[in-house]
């Protein structure tokens, strides 16, 4: 786990105000984002779900951002186009099937915690590998949003640049 910053990304997005117990509801949205930026051959990376607000309780409304990266902006009628601006996150890999991704969460948050590190209110997961038939071989990079400018890990720490390992 060490923290990256990463740089603008210009997306096609879906954005929706959603409930932990309703995310499953939202996979077609997936299969319509890949559709249309496919069909323009504008992709530009993997798959991003973007959490903004969620603390983990399965009844708390918070809004999820479903995005494609593409290479240009295009006219999209049933999208957003749309740039996301500078992240800066603490990284963490998850390779397996998506049901386990609580747990990793649940990792990343308790060592942010020991470590005193301020996070943000928005929280990624990026979709490196999808393997539908064979669940063990997804590969995810879950990123929680960590306050800029606070990337000591330990008080009295001289200034770093990154990355930090925690």
Known sequence: MHIKTYPPLTVLSSI???????????????AELYAEAGRKSFINGPLHWIYYGMDGNPDTTFTLEIA??????????RFQVKELDFFKA???PHEGPWEQLPGSHAQIM??????????TNECREVFLN???????????????GVSPGKTQNRPGA????????I
């Open 158 to 165: 001289q200034k770093r640049l990154l990355p930090v390992y």
């Open 16 to 30: 929706h105000q959603t409930t932990i117990s309703q995310i499953h509801e939202f996979g077609p949205v997936m």
């Open 68 to 77: 494609i990266p593409i290479r240009k902006a295009f006219h999209s009628a």
């Open 130 to 144: 999808i393997n539908f038939a064979e669940p063990e071989k997804n590969m995810t990079e879950i990123q929680i």
């Open 90 to 92: 603490i990284t963490f």
């Open 110 to 119: 308790e060592r942010l915690a020991e470590h005193h590190i301020p996070v």
